[in-house]
């Protein structure tokens, strides 16, 4: 049941952020904002830690590897996804950046040793080819103003960071680091890798009066970064990145959802293809040969299993 809610919290919460995210765009700098969303979840982790006096020491390499976390996370990672959402609709973004699911296979058996089934291949497979899809429309003119393009490579830049960040964040647990305050010092340390970065690209720590701004940047501090990443990294620690990745699948139906409601997004046959394959082929990847082959043989005309009550 727990394992559950972590799931439920983390799909549900992190599908509707990519819609957040649109209201955090235009009139404050992408890397501000960031340093607001991140620096406003480090102090609520701050004292939550404090008040439920949670250790918070730890030697000098685990800081350098929580701060390398917290970079591929926390600052590069999303860095780049908000930068890729001036290009694409929340809806677009999220169904790119459930290629993390592949990236995470892949990178559990880099860095962890943990074997490569051939099924998994084959949902890599079709998982490129659905992003191919669904950015056809924009791939046939491939040119420098092909601003879709560049929001895809954004994208799966991002993602590549998030998935080396969910890597080290697996390392660190199985070292003994608890969750809360890993996630309490990263936070503080993406947020000062953010603020150095906006005083290096010259950017103006101001904030918008905007309603919608400040709901939105409260929203994804709390729930997207505070409540998401702990219910994440939760299941990171209790399942592995290559079972634990399985809601990167889910949640970008809830974007769809939320994007098709209110930013106008238009289902296309490419549109309804690539999403199709791209869910088909993170489902093969997390789905075990032998349960395929009894789905096969129970679903096969004049082969039914028997029924097990």
């Not at 030697?59 to 001036?86: E, G, I, R, T, W």
């Amino acid at each position: 049941m727990q394992t559950a809610l972590l799931y439920l919290l983390t799909v549900l919460i992190w599908g509707s952020t990519w819609f957040a995210i649109e209201f955090q765009l235009g009139e404050v700098a992408v890397e501000v904002s960031l340093v607001y969303r991140f620096g406003l979840a480090a102090l609520l982790l701050w004292l939550w830690c404090l008040w439920r006096k949670l250790p918070m020491q730890m030697p000098a390499p685990m800081h350098l590897s929580v701060a390398l976390m917290a970079l591929l996370n926390f600052a590069l990672n999303y860095f780049l996804l908000y930068q890729a959402q001036l290009h694409l609709t929340s809806a677009m973004a999220a169904i790119a950046f459930s290629t993390m699911l592949l990236m995470n296979i892949i990178n559990t058996r880099l860095f962890f040793g943990q074997p490569i089934a051939k099924r998994i291949y084959a949902g890599a497979l079709l998982g490129i080819a659905g992003i191919a899809v669904l950015f056809a429309p924009d791939l046939t003119e491939l040119s420098l103003a092909n601003t879709s393009l560049l929001g895809l490579l954004l994208v799966l830049s991002g993602t590549l960071s998030a998935s080396f960040g969910n890597m080290l964040s697996v390392r660190n647990s199985r070292r003994g680091l608890a969750i809360l305050p890993m996630n309490a010092w990263g936070m503080l340390y993406g947020s000062l890798a953010l603020a150095a970065l906006a005083l290096l690209n010259g950017k103006t720590f101001t904030i918008s009066s905007e309603p919608t701004y400040l709901w939105s940047l409260l929203y994804l501090s709390v729930f997207g970064s505070v409540i998401a990443f702990g219910s994440y990294f939760a299941l990171l620690k209790r399942m592995g990145p290559e079972k634990a990745s399985y809601v990167i699948v889910l949640f970008p139906l809830v974007a769809v959802v939320f994007s098709s409601l209110f930013e106008g997004f238009q289902w296309q046959v490419s549109t309804v293809v690539g999403f199709c394959l791209v869910l088909t082929g993170n489902a093969l990847v997390l789905t075990p040969f032998y349960k395929l082959k009894l789905l096969w043989l129970r679903f096969k005309p004049g082969k039914r299993l028997p029924v097990v009550t």
